[in-house]
């Protein structure tokens, strides 16, 4: 069997509705639960409509802009996985479509980011199995 | 009148020494504060016949076993992290007002520094994360390193800071009230290591905007408070600490941070005027308050929500000496999570008990009559107390 992926950071676990919204991402697609019901959309993923009570949804295509929230920059090692990476933010991305999602934002040092930063999703095939999505800055 | 208003009273408090190492296991620990509360009481183990626990280890009945109790008759837990032992308080003041129980043990033990920690989370990932929103971690926020508290409580500092332009001096007030207050407490672990505003300002990043003297600390110990009817407290051994006002609140949603429609309705706004509303009493009457200080940002957040300023002012209402003793609302006499030691909040409770007895020595409030102690949980879930002579 061949191993090529040196990838040695934490993976999401593929399972329930992490695995359908991950598979997404591996085929390039931002996609997110959007209520059949109301037309809400949502992340993280959810059994139910939080504002209809709705059971029904789909999985809707983001047109993968936003903005920059909020950050956590991340300045001594605290997960063994990621203390090469040390100094970075984990960022929380809010999309045009309303829903907010943490990420990277590949490309922008820590201390640059800013609220407000037009930010557009990139995929970042960390393992064959897994994509995540991350975010660039966007003209 | 709110039916349980001043129904259950706080009438034992007891702690270990809070050290940072011990040979003692946790359930260990547990057992020689409880002891301690039982004699402050004035009670034996025997006479204990409920428990609200808000840590899970170790189990209920592993502590009725060793404490000997022949009638357990009201058992729960409270799983919200730093909100659970203040809303324990409220389940065992509804258990004794309601006869469920007669008197109810609230302990927490957590040998944080040598066991299972924070600092584990380095090694070998979170430990005893509640499944609620360690769900949401692994799968949406681990893949990208965020997995201990000073990760994800920044980024409620982060867009804090930048959205009110949050001056240093706020969070630095904060830490430097309670390590002056630590000064004035013989349990405090931080007791005899002053801190200066330069010390502040240069020590080391943690998380930005997190600073070394922003964190509260990890050690080793146990705390524990025993709850009975306001009948019962009557005959025991210290004066009754009347529970006049108890809610718990959470944001929705409880498990997301990024997820929440507004970012700073944390757990404690929406259960902060159901308190104040049921023990009848305003914030600006209260004499002391004990604040859940995971990080001093945090405590700046409540602040806000229980109303002592305005949204985003809380960085100019701690400075000037307001929080420390003999200022406008003394905070965290006792140290805080920050100074005194890590007890997942229950040793707030215990010091404003002790306030409100006027046994605090150097420390005292003058003429305390009300105050207020708050617990904040996780990602935001929130509880709080008031308290009165």
């Known amino acids: 069997?061949?191993?090529?992926?040196?990838?040695?950071r934490l993976l999401p676990p593929m399972r329930g509705l992490a695995r359908d919204f991950y598979s997404y991402c591996k085929s390039h697609e931002l996609r997110f639960q959007k209520c059949s019901g109301c037309g809400q959309w949502r992340h993280v993923p959810r059994e139910m409509c939080a504002q209809c009570g709705s059971f029904d949804y789909e999985w809707a295509k983001s047109g993968g802009k936003g903005q920059v929230f909020s950050w956590a920059t991340t300045s001594q090692p605290m997960l063994p996985q990621f203390a090469d990476a040390v100094p970075y933010a984990i960022v929380i991305v809010e999309l045009d479509e309303g829903v907010r999602m943490a990420t990277w934002v590949v490309d922008v040092p820590p201390d640059q980011l800013r609220i407000g930063m037009p930010v557009e999703v990139v995929f970042d095939d960390v393992t064959e199995e897994?994509?995540?999505?991350k975010f660039r800055?966007?003209? | 009148m709110h039916p349980l208003k001043d129904k259950a009273c706080i009438v034992g408090v007891g702690e270990t020494p809070y050290t940072r190492g011990t040979d003692r296991s946790q359930l260990s620990?547990?057992?020689h504060a409880t002891k301690a509360a039982l004699d402050d009481a004035g009670l034996k183990p025997?006479?204990?016949?409920?428990m609200v626990l808000p840590m899970p280890m170790p189990t209920i009945e592993h502590l009725a076993a060793n404490l000997g109790i022949p009638d357990l008759r009201y058992s729960a837990s409270s799983n919200i992290g730093g909100a659970a032992p203040v809303a324990a308080v409220q389940t065992a003041a509804m258990a004794v007002a309601l006869g469920v129980a007669r008197h109810v043990l609230i302990p927490v033990g957590w040998n944080a520094y040598s066991g299972a920690g924070v600092r584990g989370a380095g090694r070998s990932g979170p430990v005893g994360l509640p499944p609620s929103f360690g769900l949401t971690m692994s799968e949406y926020y681990m893949p990208f390193g965020l997995a201990v508290p000073a990760q994800w409580f920044a980024w409620l500092a982060t867009r804090y800071v930048?959205?009110?332009?949050?001056p240093l001096e706020g969070p630095a007030s904060v830490a430097l009230a309670a390590r002056k207050h630590a000064q004035l407490n013989e349990k405090a672990f931080m007791r005899g290591r002053s801190l200066t505003m330069d010390d502040y300002r240069n020590a080391r990043m943690i998380a930005q905007p997190f600073r070394l003297f922003d964190c509260c600390l990890e050690t080793d110990g146990a705390c524990a408070i025993i709850i009975s009817s306001a009948e019962r407290a009557k005959d025991l051994k210290q004066p009754p600490v009347y529970i006049s006002g108890t809610a718990e609140g959470h944001p929705l949603p409880a498990d997301d941070i990024p997820g929440r429609k507004d970012f700073f309705k944390i757990g404690l706004?929406?259960?902060?005027p159901k308190a104040f509303e049921m023990a009848d009493v305003n914030v600006r009457d209260i004499d002391f308050v004990q604040i859940y200080d995971c990080f001093t940002h945090i405590v700046l957040l409540e602040l806000e929500a229980l109303g002592c300023c305005k949204s985003g002012e809380a960085g100019q209402f701690v400075q000037n000496g307001r929080i420390e003793l003999g200022g406008e609302l003394p905070f965290n006499t006792h140290g805080g999570l920050l100074s005194e030691a890590h007890l997942a909040g229950l040793n707030h409770l215990a010091e404003a008990t002790r306030q409100l007895r006027h046994q605090c020595g150097e420390r005292q409030v003058k003429d305390a009559e009300v105050g207020v102690v708050t617990g904040f949980g996780d990602f935001g879930d929130g509880s709080l107390a008031v308290l009165r002579r």
């Open chain 1, 1 to 8: 069997m061949e191993t090529t992926t040196k990838y040695k």
């Open chain 2, 46 to 50: 025997h006479d204990i016949d409920g």
């Open chain 1, 137 to 139: 800055p966007r003209k």
């Open chain 2, 269 to 272: 706004y929406f259960a902060a």
């Open chain 1, 130 to 133: 897994v994509t995540l999505p």
């Open chain 2, 162 to 166: 930048e959205q009110f332009k949050v």
């Open chain 2, 29 to 31: 620990q547990i057992l």
